[in-house]
């Protein structure tokens, strides 16, 4: 039973075959190898993220359960590019738990949740700056986002950033009432939330 599982899991993926993996984004499968673990035979993707000049090793009947998928269709990017045209969505919890949240939702791999957090965290340029955090969180956020639009569309990562800030420039009131909100969410903590912080 294991073997028929295994040939349909490699089918699911193929050789030469751009995929998207959590932690890392965008990465093209180069190859397959053969190792022997603890006197077991595996089959691991060699994954290869040339931008992060990095290759990965995932074991065949593992990939889809690590979360590994194939490149988001046209209409996902459609709606990946709707959701950032959306007024931000901030919470009203400390920073330290919001950050946890959007690396979270960064880490997942999923498109329409990494364009949530590059909605919620885009600052126009009349809106106050962004802390170091922040823009380290949404720098993150936008390349994931853009590498993939990019490898969707066909398009330069350049021109899929480019296509992202126009559709975040038709966002509800940068700089108006989307001030109030970030304004409002950063000072509103009271002592109680602190508390759980260490957990």
Known sequence: MAAIKKTTLRSDFKTSERIVYPAHGVGEIVGLEEQEVAGMKLELFVISFEKDKM??????????????????????????????????????????????????????????????????????????????????????????????????????????????????????RRGGKGDEATAEAEPEDDGDESHDEAA
């Open 55 to 172: 290759k990965l090793r995932v074991p065949v009947a593992k990939a889809t359960a690590v979360g590994m998928r194939k490149l988001s269709d046209a209409a996902t990017v459609k709606k990946a590019l709707e959701t950032i045209r959306g007024r931000a969505r901030v919470k009203r919890t400390m920073w330290s738990r919001r950050a946890q949240e959007y690396e979270a939702k960064i880490n997942s791999g999923d498109l329409i949740s990494i364009s949530e957090v590059v909605r919620d965290l885009f600052r126009s340029d009349s809106q106050p700056e962004q802390s170091y955090s922040e823009r380290q969180l949404y720098e993150a956020a936008l390349d994931r986002m853009s590498r993939e639009i990019a490898a969707v569309s066909e398009i330069s990562e350049t021109e899929a950033v480019r296509q992202i800030e126009q559709n975040l420039a038709k966002s509800p």
